[in-house]
């Protein structure tokens, strides 16, 4: 009953870029607004605390908003900008955010990490973007009394559509969940496509995007009781 999809970068892109484009200018305005006022909820709420745990709260909420303001900004940009601003990243950095932000969550996500990994070339805000994405459905397609596990290896048996082979770090996010219909596999990653009732299917569109950016893949494996995300990006050098 395990299904595996490899999926074709360019293609996958190109219909991404199509909708996301489409939408971009709307969807950014109508979002930033609302993360204006939470930001600011957060600075006054900040000024009136005195528990360094509930200081530490208010202030992810304001990174996270300032985040996620400035990949709306990028998204406004679609159309005129799809270049990574290319730089050294520790992928384990920006996993344990994404750790930190999924921390109170049922089930919190565990780590199995490479501890001697390289750094990779990258967009650190995209990137969390990417794990975060995928790392929130894990979650949901588990529920409270699931597992999800975030794991880091390096990989030097990848060749590149050029036929070269090059160093990639592998991420995966893993999750025991009841798995994603064969039927699925073929479109997961297209925009608008969701088996969730109140889910928009935008969520992996948009990492298969931002995959595409770091030129590197994105694939899935499943079957009942175990699904696989597994994320390739390129290290400095390669």
Do not use: W, Y
């Amino acid at each position: 009953m395990g299904c595996v999809e490899r999926l074709e970068g360019d293609q996958r892109l190109n219909e991404t870029l199509d909708s996301l484009g489409n939408m971009a200018m709307s969807v950014a305005h109508e979002v930033k607004n609302p993360l204006a006022g939470i930001r600011g909820a957060a600075q006054l709420l900040e000024m009136e605390l005195k528990s360094k745990s509930a200081i530490a709260c208010t202030e992810l909420i304001r990174t996270e908003v300032d985040r996620v303001t400035l990949l709306l900004d990028k998204l406004l940009g679609l159309a005129e900008d799809q270049f990574v601003q290319e730089k050294e990243v520790n992928i384990h950095e920006i996993l344990n955010h994404v750790l930190q932000v999924c921390a109170h969550s049922q089930p919190a996500p565990k780590r199995d990490f490479d501890p001697s990994l390289p750094n990779i070339i990258g967009d650190r805000d995209k990137l969390i973007q990417l794990f975060l994405n995928l790392t929130q459905n894990a979650i949901e397609a588990t529920g409270p009394d699931g597992a999800v596990v975030l794991s880091t290896r390096i990989s030097s048996h990848v060749r590149s559509e050029r036929g070269l082979r090059r160093q990639f770090i592998v991420v995966e996010v893993q999750d025991n969940g009841p798995g994603i219909q064969p039927a699925f596999l073929k479109k997961i990653f297209l925009p608008f496509i969701t088996t969730k009732q109140k889910g928009t299917g935008l969520g992996l569109a948009i990492s298969q995007k931002i995959v595409n950016e770091h030129d590197g893949l994105i694939e899935v494996k499943s079957k009942p009781g175990r699904t696989v995300f597994r994320v390739l990006l390129r290290v400095v050098g390669s």
